[in-house]
């Protein structure tokens, strides 16, 4: 069974605090992203990665970083965190292949709640 | 620019009563379209996509939907609602460029099921 694994469901931190957010997903996909789910906002890409070592900018990156050092692992981090960044944080990968559109596979969530 | 309208942000329906979801959407080419379901405190799983051939397309769950070129819509239907369809509905839309690398999501509907 194909799958996208988010190392922490639930998270509390205090504001000012370094976080991490570790995904893993088991599908050799080469595109991993991380979405933010706020009420009312859907979801919004925050940033994504089409390979190792390399990242792009989605809708709404300020206050975040990531890191793919290896091909099934991307990592969020929040260098400060903002009682803003108060969220659902979702990581997803997919395939993308000649005639078909592909799929977001989702992890389930990661909460996150800044103090 | 790629936009998505879901106009319901609630929606109630007895158990056993049809559902249809609306979509729109905003695209300048013919669009891949996609429904994703979100079970509370989970991730997002794909309910199905169209990308090309016919434009009512079977899903998971018993639910399909149809692509309307004109109206550019792609509401999502089932005849028969069940308690455990209780959830939050996101219609997303991709380019024949990108695919499911690139999505754009509407806000969801979310759905209760009353016995």
């Known amino acids: 069974d194909v799958k996208v694994t988010q190392s922490s469901r639930y998270l509390v931190k205090r504001t000012g605090e370094k976080v991490f957010l570790e995904c893993v997903q088991d599908?050799?996909?080469?595109?991993m992203f991380w979405y933010r789910q706020d009420p009312g906002l859907g979801l919004r890409l925050i940033y994504f990665s089409y390979d190792v070592k390399m990242k792009e900018k989605g809708d709404i990156p300020e206050g975040y970083s990531v890191s793919r050092e290896k091909k099934e692992r991307f990592s969020l981090i929040l260098e400060s965190a903002s009682t803003n960044q108060t969220s659902m944080y979702l990581c997803?990968?997919?395939?993308f292949g000649q005639g078909d559109p592909g799929e977001l596979f989702f992890g389930e969530g990661s909460r996150l709640t800044v103090l | 620019a790629q936009s998505v309208t879901q106009p319901d942000i609630h929606i109630t329906v007895s158990e056993g009563a049809s559902l249809e979801l609306r979509c729109n959407y905003s695209?300048?080419?013919?669009?891949?379209l996609f429904w994703y379901v979100q079970s509370p405190g989970q991730g997002l799983q794909l309910l199905l996509k169209y990308f090309s051939g016919d434009t009512l397309v079977q899903g998971i769950k018993g639910f399909e939907a149809e692509f309307k070129r004109s109206q550019s819509s792609f509401n999502l239907r089932k005849p028969s609602v069940h308690w455990s369809d209780a959830a939050e509905y996101f219609c997303a839309v991709g380019s024949h460029q990108t695919g499911a690398n690139n999505l754009f999501f509407g806000t969801g509907t979310r759905l209760t099921v009353i016995p």
């Open positions: 599908m050799d996909h080469e595109n």
């Open positions: 695209y300048g080419a013919t669009p891949y």
């Open positions: 997803a990968s997919s395939y």
